[in-house]
């Protein structure tokens, strides 16, 4: 009998043995997130002087390492988005024209209408502002010209994109005037960044701090 327990008393033995040396393991601590590049904080830092911060920031920073801390690669870049979201939303408003022109409400046509032309304009006065961005000297007569041009046509482009929701006021409420007041409004929330951003680039500039 004894020697058939004799592998089980050793086995318990050599198990609490095992137990009472066994080192407590320990979880590894959790490391801390990097702190953000200084490409991705500049944008984050240029972005707060905005009237849409968290937009700009989600907008822009996929394009941190091609602005490289550079004011004005950010405006031009900015400047650009606006103009990519505008050209779709005026391309949606086209679509939207065409099929109210078989409509019955002609408010709602009207309103179409004149809301394509609107972005229309802003289309244009974007082009105008990103082509000179591409083209601007580094300072002096030539430069505050160009700047002023850029922010003249980027205030233009924004009071455009208004006048379109503006338009359907006195439409009736509806999927139309729906969509359309909130893709207006998504694109005028870009324009008002970057013409935010536009104006950060000049007194940046004017202050001699770029």
Known sequence: M????????????FSF??????????????????PPSNNTQFILTSCS????????????LHYADAVSSDPARLARVSIAVSLSRARRTAAYVSGLS?????????????????????????????RGSLKQMRQLGTTGESFRFSMSNVQTWMSAALTDEESCTDGFEDV????????VSEKAEAVKMVTSNALALVNRFVNTVASGTQ
């Open 49 to 60: 002087s905005t009237l849409y911060p968290d937009l700009c920031s989600s907008s822009l």
């Open 172 to 179: 009736a409420e509806g999927r139309v005037k729906k969509e």
């Open 98 to 126: 065409r099929q109210a022109d078989y409509g019955s409400d002609q408010r709602a046509s009207s309103a179409l209408h004149d809301c394509f032309t609107n972005f229309g304009d802003a289309v244009d006065a974007m």
């Open 17 to 34: 043995f095992f137990l009472l040396n066994a080192k407590p393991t320990t979880s590894s601590p959790i490391s801390p997130s990097p």
């Open 2 to 13: 004894l020697s058939q327990l004799l592998p089980i008393i050793f086995f318990l033995f």
